[in-house]
């Protein structure tokens, strides 16, 4: 099955700047998922992005699928942004397979 | 406003109960999902499910038993669990497989 490493494992940040997080995975996929879990548990889909450049507000992402990685950014980042960040590609139409998160952390 | 709505928030039980958790969504969706997010590990998908019909199952220990009556609600069933099975289940939906999927708020599960 796809493998997906994501980086960093943990990020702090004040509030203000801006931040990178990374995706590799180990195949090619048709499905690339990006996510926000915030302190409370709640999932929220920031982006559908199996290839390209997406941006909502200060996040963008970009998936270069044929160098199997895909990239968050976080501009101006703000205190709500805390929280993990899954990365999860897919193979198979239905089966998306989470990597282990960025932790950020956003302090004022 | 989050249109997957998962009942109950929280559930605790021992081990020798049976009881069944609700997910339902609001969103016309036609695929649905059960997931299982423990301490530490990635998140498991368990189940898929696509125009009411079980597409995928993903090696779920049988104690674990899913039912979709209908496009919009999903269950879980639970008997006979194993303290390694307290974690939060969380449920998902898309319009189709392989569109953007959107989750519940979860159903946090303890296991005495």
């Known amino acids: 099955g796809i493998q997906v490493e994501q980086s960093p494992p943990d990020l702090i940040l004040q509030e203000g700047a801006n931040s990178t997080l990374r995706c590799n995975f180990s195949?090619?996929?048709?499905?690339l998922q990006w996510f926000h879990q915030n302190p409370w548990g709640q999932l929220i889909n920031l982006f559908y992005?199996?290839?390209g450049t997406k941006q909502n507000g200060r996040l963008s992402a970009t998936t270069v699928a044929t160098e199997r990685y895909s990239l968050l950014y976080i501009s101006s980042s703000q205190t709500t942004d805390s929280g993990v960040y899954f990365c999860?590609?897919?193979?198979?139409?239905?089966?998306?397979?989470f990597g282990t998160g960025t932790r950020l952390l956003v302090s004022p | 406003e989050t249109g997957v709505t998962q009942t109950p928030r929280h559930l605790v039980m021992g081990m020798t109960n049976k009881k069944s958790l609700k997910c339902e969504q609001h969103?016309?969706?036609?695929?649905m999902y059960w997931y299982k997010q423990s301490a530490k590990k990635p998140l498991e998908l368990m189940f898929v499910?696509?125009?009411?019909?079980?597409?995928e199952n993903n090696s779920v220990p049988s104690r674990f038993s899913p039912e979709c009556p209908n496009s919009s609600h999903l269950f879980l069933h639970l008997h006979t669990l194993q303290p390694e099975d307290s974690a939060l289940y969380l449920c998902?939906?898309?319009?189709?497989?392989?569109?953007?999927?959107?989750f519940g708020d979860g159903t946090r599960l303890s296991i005495l």
């Open positions: 998902a939906s898309s319009q189709f497989l392989d569109q953007p999927q959107h």
């Open positions: 999860a590609p897919g193979g198979g139409f239905q089966k998306l397979v």
């Open positions: 969103l016309g969706h036609n695929a």
């Open positions: 499910y696509s125009l009411e019909e079980r597409v």
């Open positions: 992005i199996p290839s």
């Open positions: 195949d090619s996929v048709n499905n």
